[in-house]
């Protein structure tokens, strides 16, 4: 699906902030961007009236963006996004920052220990 409008720029802004993390490497699974780092931490899902930023261990994010939503395996939660969503990049930055940190500490959050 091509992006348009307020989707595609939303994305871009995403992916914006998350790149500036540097240490993620980007990767299309599921139709969708995820971000790897030591494991799936990230993702950037676009769809039809929404889009999605969701985190492998969002859960314990939620501090930092209290509209993350738990749901799914994992400890995963998501932020849904419309086009009059508010979204500050510093935040997205600093939620990538914690996610990657996460998975340096804590290991592949897709792997049983």
């Known amino acids: 699906m091509a992006l348009t409008g307020w989707q595609r720029d939303r994305v871009e802004l995403l992916r914006s902030a998350v790149r500036q993390a540097s240490v993620l490497r980007e990767v299309v699974k599921w139709g969708h961007l995820v971000y790897v780092a030591q494991g799936p931490a990230l993702l950037i899902r676009a769809e039809e009236t929404r889009v999605l930023l969701g985190f492998w261990r969002g859960q314990r994010l939620r501090a930092i963006e209290p509209r ?14 419309s086009e009059a969503t508010p979204v500050d990049p510093a935040t997205v930055l600093r939620l990538t920052r914690e996610a990657v940190l996460l998975n340096e500490t804590l290991g592949d959050p897709t792997r049983k220990t």
């Open 68 to 81: 993350l939503k738990a749901g799914g395996k994992y400890e995963m939660a998501t932020f849904h996004m």
